[in-house]
């Protein structure tokens, strides 16, 4: 068990809809970053919160936003949903400079 | 800017034996590598990383990784494979300038190890 965790673990939607993803980091991590993964694209970064702050942005879209709160769990936002969006939806923590530990992840599918 | 490939698609072994999984990277300054695995409906885990120092770097579950800057690979290796190493094993470069999340994941390598 990696001490992150993700609710919900399914997600199932229609397009043009708006969701929220849930991330607990580990205990004592300050970092969280978001990935997707879908089988086109592959892992891809979408977007690293330290204490609260943005601190990185990768490929992720405008429709899609995040958040960290000051107990350190974060949301990811996605609005406007399409197909394509339909992917697992990983989040990750560490202290900042550290390697990751992941969550199982959220399969949202877009219908 | 920064990129992996994993050329590979699929590797099969026999459990006992030893497997490699391969891994070359593009970077414009020094390389942060990292492998990670993935089991099925699970997370990732960080099995190894190499920053500097030593070019034979061990991880978890008994997986080492050769860093070889001429030929700029990172290959992933382990002497004897288990049936349990079943698993979708990625190879991942850092960022320029970001932290060691801050991450390029190759597209991945499934490892079959049959008894």
């Known amino acids: 068990d990696s001490g992150v965790t993700q609710t919900p673990k399914h997600l199932i939607t229609a397009t043009g809809q708006r969701v929220t993803l849930r991330c607990s980091p580990r205990?004592?991590?300050?970092?969280v970053y978001w990935y997707q993964q879908s089988l086109d694209q592959g892992l891809q970064f979408l977007i690293q919160?330290?204490?609260?702050?943005?601190?990185a942005k990768g490929n992720i879209l405008e429709r899609f936003s995040a958040q960290q709160f000051p107990d350190l769990h974060s949301e990811l936002n996605l609005s406007s949903l399409e197909l394509g969006d339909s992917a697992l939806y990983f989040c990750?923590?560490?202290?900042?400079?550290?390697?990751?530990?992941f969550g199982n992840g959220t399969r949202l599918t877009v219908t | 800017a920064q990129s992996v490939a994993q050329p590979e698609d699929q590797v099969n072994v026999a459990e006992g034996n030893p497997l490699t999984v391969k891994c070359t990277y593009s970077?414009?300054?020094?390389?942060?590598l990292f492998w990670y695995v993935q089991y099925p409906n699970r997370g990732l885990q960080f099995l190894l990383k190499?920053?500097?120092?030593?070019?034979l770097v061990k991880g978890s579950y008994g997986f080492e990784a050769e860093f070889n800057k001429s030929q700029t690979s990172f290959h992933l290796k382990k002497p004897s494979a288990l049936v349990s190493d079943s698993a979708l094993y990625f190879c991942?470069?850092?960022?320029?300038?970001?932290?060691?999340?801050?991450?390029?994941f190759g597209k991945g390598t499934k490892l079959s190890v049959k008894p």
């Open positions: 990750a923590s560490s202290m900042y400079n550290s390697p990751l530990h």
């Open positions: 205990s004592g991590d300050l970092s």
């Open positions: 190499y920053i500097t120092g030593d070019n």
């Open positions: 970077v414009s300054g020094n390389p942060y």
């Open positions: 919160y330290y204490n609260g702050e943005e601190r």
């Open positions: 991942a470069v850092r960022v320029d300038g970001g932290s060691q999340g801050n991450l390029i």
